[in-house]
T-cell receptor, first 116, second 114 residues
Framework: GNSVTQMEGPVTLSEEAFLTINCTYT??????LFWYVQYPGEGLQLLLK?????DKGSNKGFEATYRKETTSFHLEKGSVQVSDSAVYFC???????????????FGTGTRLKVLA | DAEITQSPRHKITETGRQVTLACHQT?????MFWYRQDLGHGLRLIHY???????NKGEVSDGYSVSRSNTEDLPLTLESAASSQTSVYFC?????????????FGPGTRLTVT
């Protein structure tokens, strides 16, 4: 079946540090992959996505590359800010045409805390 | 701009009462979802719908029901609220954009059952 595994948190970094949040997946076929961010008291917001192998999604300084050979989609940012403190979710969406579903598979979320 | 809204944002109710949480989207999406979010459990899917008159059970559907009479709305009903249903509830809708189906989330409803 389909599943998403992401690193346990919390992750605590100093401002301007390099961020990596690991995400690996298992899936049949060729899913789309997503990172969502949830700020305190808010809903999830789409941060970036990649729809096929070797695609790189990027937004707001965050990047993630769809690696089919390692079944990974790690989130990276070169220099984090206090305002990046949030919970980050990795998610997978199977291809509806082959899976018959529009449901997502979410990871459990990783809390990031950035200290000034 | 299109959006997805939820109401109320906060609700306190008593055990045994029926509660309905509203979800309204103006994206004109066919697909809509209800999740609950609890510490240590991440997001769990309660019910989902792929169109008008279509509803399906998710992984934690016991004690919840939904109905879909139009494209815009998917209300979630707790038939007889229990303390175990204290949680934050998120509604989402999804549509195809740039090669994939993207989910858009509402701001959430914090429900407390006393």
């Amino acid at each position: 079946g389909n599943s998403v595994t992401q690193m346990e948190g919390p992750v605590t970094l100093s401002e301007e540090a390099f961020l990596t949040i690991n995400c690996t997946y298992t899936a049949t076929g060729y899913p789309s992959l997503f990172w969502y961010v949830q700020y305190p008291g808010e809903g999830l917001q789409l941060l970036l996505k990649a729809t096929k192998a070797d695609d790189k999604g990027s937004n707001k300084g965050f990047e993630a590359t769809y690696r089919k050979e390692t079944t990974s989609f790690h989130l990276e940012k070169g220099s984090v800010q206090v305002s990046d403190s949030a919970v980050y979710f990795c998610a997978l969406s199977p291809r509806p045409r082959t899976s018959g579903t529009y449901k997502y598979i979410f990871g459990t979320g990783t809390r990031l805390k950035v200290l000034a | 701009d299109a959006e997805i809204t939820q109401s109320p944002r906060h609700k306190i109710t008593e055990t045994g009462r029926q509660v309905t949480l509203a979800c309204h989207q103006t994206w004109n999406h066919n697909n809509m979802f209800w999740y609950r979010q609890d510490l240590g459990h991440g997001l769990r899917l309660i019910h989902y719908s792929y169109g008008v008159q279509d509803t399906n059970k998710g992984e934690v559907s016991d004690g919840y029901s939904v109905s879909r009479s139009n494209t815009e709305d998917l209300p979630l009903t707790l038939e007889s609220a229990a303390s175990s249903q204290t949680s934050v509830y998120f509604c989402a809708s999804s549509g195809r954009r740039e090669g994939s189906y993207e989910q858009y989330f509402g701001p959430g409803t914090r429900l407390t059952v006393t």
